[in-house]
């Protein structure tokens, strides 16, 4: 294929995006109740006066409930009523907050919105990527694998800021999305990965793509035309160099076991992703908007 002789130059463009340091991750919508704990004291925080409401002591588990149009936190054993629908919980430096059974970095929005309790992590994108590569590729593969994967979910999440602004986030946390475990699902090995392409992502016409990928696409590639009739110039059919394995997912764009293949073969994450997206380059977004 030729793919190994090849020259790539990576073009570094410094680019603007929205001034926003994080990305917003709904974790549950619309719930009738959640459980939520801190690994240090966290401050709950009133969204509309700024003003602190209460604080969480660490390593201790607290519900939280819709309360006709507010919020509602069990302290002691009886719920006391929070006269704020939006709140933020932020945990001392370092700390991390659990939710759903795993640990996440960053900080929480809860919101009550009339219909139940959405649950949300805001967090800088980068530590979301951390997330997001373990639990959409499994971080026993190779690690130029793991690099083109933290590529291509960077741009994704970059293309798709404001997806699911409706519910008052930009993704979901599944495979509807993208899969995030937060950091319960880091690793050494992918969090590497991330390091080493922070602040990477692709571009087409001087635009971040949605870099759409699957687990495999059963030995070729579905051209975006195919599967949603819109005809995406990046996203061509290829073969999918994951022979043996049944098609998973919608076969547009990158194929995970493809990408590990291509990296056994001395392919670096470059030129794993050159491959499965036709035309594009590598742009660096300016570090002042990315934090």
């Not at 945990?91 to 659990?98: I, R």
Request: net charge positive; hydrophobic share 35%.
């Amino acid at each position: 294929m030729g793919i190994r002789k090849a020259l790539f130059t990576i073009l570094f463009l410094l680019m603007f995006i929205q001034p926003s340091f994080a990305i917003k991750i709904g974790l549950q919508t619309e719930v009738g109740r959640t459980y939520i704990g801190s690994s240090t004291k966290a401050q709950i925080i009133d969204c509309k006066t700024n003003k602190q409401i209460c604080i969480l002591e660490k390593m201790k588990g607290y519900e939280f409930k819709p309360y006709h149009d507010v919020i509602a936190i069990k302290i002691d054993g009886k719920f006391m009523k929070m006269n704020s629908n939006k709140v933020v919980i932020k945990p001392e430096a370092d700390g991390f907050v659990s939710v759903k059974r795993k640990w996440y970095r960053g900080q929480f929005m809860l919101l009550n919105d009339g219909l139940g309790l959405t649950v949300i992590n805001d967090i800088p994108i980068e530590q979301y990527i951390r997330g997001v590569v373990p639990s959409e590729m499994p971080p026993s593969w190779e690690h130029e694998a793991h690099k083109a994967q933290a590529i291509a979910a960077r741009s994704y999440a970059v293309a798709n800021l404001g997806k699911r602004a409706k519910y008052g986030y930009d993704l979901k946390d599944t495979p509807e999305d993208q899969a995030y475990g937060g950091a319960s699902a880091e690793t050494v090995q992918t969090n590497h990965a991330v390091e080493e392409t922070e602040r990477i992502v692709l571009i087409h016409q001087n635009q971040v793509i949605p870099a759409y990928y699957s687990a495999s696409a059963g030995g070729k590639t579905n051209s975006s035309a195919q599967v949603w009739t819109k005809d995406l110039a990046y996203l061509k059919s290829v073969p999918s160099y994951d022979d043996g394995v049944k098609k998973n997912g919608h076969g547009v764009g990158m194929s995970q076991y493809g990408a590990n293949n291509l990296a056994k073969k001395g392919n670096n994450a470059y030129q794993i992703l050159t491959y499965f997206y036709s035309g594009v380059k590598f742009a660096k977004i300016r570090s002042e908007y990315y934090k």
